[in-house]
């Protein structure tokens, strides 16, 4: 069965920090392409940040570039989010996506390229 469940939201000041957690089960997680998305009331979700199977390439919105890491550790069938410089424009439901079937490039946002989604993790920045 497979399962994706994301943690380490919370409530932060503008300019605050936090770190995401997306731990996996249920498929052969290394060899997954994995992205956080975000999703704000009244708005589409968005992808954040993407990242490949080997961890080499990663991807990120232009209104995260800079301010927001991706990163992954196989060995623990997890991935992170470090989020900084949070902003009241960051609050949102942050979800984490897994796929295997495409190819994975410029079109790391694309909502169905992913095969697997957890039910998110709250993000709420106060200014």
């Known amino acids: 069965q497979v399962r994706v469940v994301e943690s380490g939201g919370g409530s932060v000041q503008a300019g605050g920090s936090l770190r995401l957690s997306c731990a996996a089960s249920g498929f052969t997680y290394s060899n997954a392409y994995i992205a956080w998305f975000r999703q704000a009331p009244g708005k589409e979700r968005e992808g954040v940040a993407g990242?490949?199977?080997?961890?080499?390439?990663?991807y990120y919105a232009a209104s995260v570039k800079g301010r927001f890491t991706i990163s992954r550790d196989n060995a623990k069938n997890t991935a992170y989010l470090q989020m900084n410089s949070l902003s009241p424009e960051d609050t949102a439901m942050y979800y984490c996506?897994?796929?295997?079937?495409?190819?994975?490039?410029?079109?790391?946002?694309?909502?169905?390229?992913?095969?697997?989604w957890g039910q998110g993790t709250q993000v709420t920045v106060s200014s």
């Open positions: 990242i490949d199977a080997s961890g080499v390439n990663t």
């Open positions: 996506a897994a796929g295997r079937r495409f190819p994975y490039n410029s079109n790391w946002h694309l909502v169905a390229l992913y095969d697997y």
